[in-house]
């Protein structure tokens, strides 16, 4: 049975906005996969492949069009594709920085509302791996749940999953077993709208995919028993409607994760911290050793455990070196704007003192 555009998120609100495009003929869809310059999307009539132009910014991957983007098409003539006309303003994204560590962020995905961050309890546990997509997915601005997989290899989940929960304040934490259906009712209760897994290479997202999707339509695969890690079974991002409502947004599994702009994430996945900042006696205290700092004071009580300080700072500094970065390539760009405006002064002066 095919599915309607109202299956992938599709709503009268999204309609509203839709009506000047829909007025230069151009047909809502939403891009179920990307690639470079062509993109498949969902459309009124059925999926469709479409083209994608270049931007003018096109060195920039947060200008391209992601899995999850809501797009105005224009259809194409006879024997023609469709074309992206325009990428709608993204409600949410989830944004990292990109492999190349360059200053650019890397979307993804777009327009989703629960972030299900998975974490597997057959491997080791990684606290500053979880801080970090929990970061990416508070700044997504979307709500994050902490997934814990394969509760069947683990001697105690719920004492990990209570490690877990101090590591996530605001979001919920959840213990499942695709193989037991442990947790997995209440999972599908707390999920809503457009659900995006993320996590490493086997840590049962597919697998997990699979369960909500009711059959096997994501592909899976075995770990390592060495070291617990995976191959990467989901080499493309895609979307699948959910039959209780939703749409399943399914990644590769993530390597790195690099944090790009994320400060407001931080500051909500170390939200005791946040907390107890307010109570220290300078409004810029760093926590490093100022007189009067209630997080020091904290952790020397045992209120807030060294580590947590210490990843918390350890990011906050690797957020900020990503942002003077992102801010010395505006400048760069500004600047090149300028060499090129003068450059043409010279050569329109030079031309006129020719013709003297």
Request: proline letters at 5%; aromatic letters at 4%.
């Amino acid at each position: 049975m095919p599915f309607s555009l109202a299956d992938y998120g599709w709503d009268q609100a999204r309609e509203r906005a839709f009506t000047p495009h829909r007025a230069d003929g151009l047909l809502p869809a939403r891009i179920v996969r990307a690639e470079r310059g062509r993109c498949e999307a969902v459309t009124e009539t059925g999926p469709v492949r479409a083209v994608v132009p270049f931007p003018a910014d096109a060195t920039d991957p947060l200008s391209l069009p992601c899995t999850g983007d809501w797009a105005a098409l224009r259809p194409g003539a006879a024997g023609q594709p469709a074309t992206v006309d325009t990428v709608l303003e993204r409600r949410t994204a989830v944004v990292r920085s990109t492999a190349a560590r360059t200053s650019h962020g890397q979307v993804l995905a777009a327009n989703v509302d629960t972030v299900v961050v998975t974490v597997s309890l057959a491997a080791p546990l990684k606290h500053g791996r979880i801080e970090r997509m929990l970061a990416l997915a508070w700044e997504s601005g979307a709500q994050p749940v902490v997934v814990l997989t394969k509760a069947d290899a683990c001697a105690d989940a719920q004492a990990v999953a209570a490690e877990v929960s101090d590591l996530a304040p605001g979001a919920d934490t959840l213990v499942t077993c695709a193989a037991t259906g442990e947790g997995m009712d209440t999972l599908a209760a707390v999920l809503g709208g457009t659900i995006v897994l993320l996590g490493p290479s086997g840590a049962g997202k597919s697998t997990l995919g699979n369960q909500l999707l009711g059959q096997d339509l994501l592909a899976t695969g075995a770990v390592r028993s060495a070291d617990g890690k995976g191959r990467h079974t989901t080499a493309w991002r895609e979307m699948l409607p959910l039959p209780g409502g939703g749409v399943l947004l399914d990644t590769p599994g993530l390597r790195a994760v690099g944090l790009h702009d994320a400060r407001t994430g931080l500051e909500q996945t170390f939200a005791e911290i946040e907390q107890l900042a307010q109570d220290c006696r300078f409004t810029d205290c760093g926590h490093t050793g100022e007189p009067g700092c209630a997080v020091l004071d904290a952790v020397e009580t045992g209120v807030l455990p060294q580590r947590r300080l210490d990843s918390c700072q350890r990011l906050l500094r690797e957020n900020h070196y990503a942002a003077a970065r992102t801010d010395a390539r505006v400048r760069a760009d500004r600047e090149n704007v300028k060499k090129d405006i003068r450059r043409k002064l010279r050569e329109t002066y030079a031309f006129r003192e020719r013709q003297l």
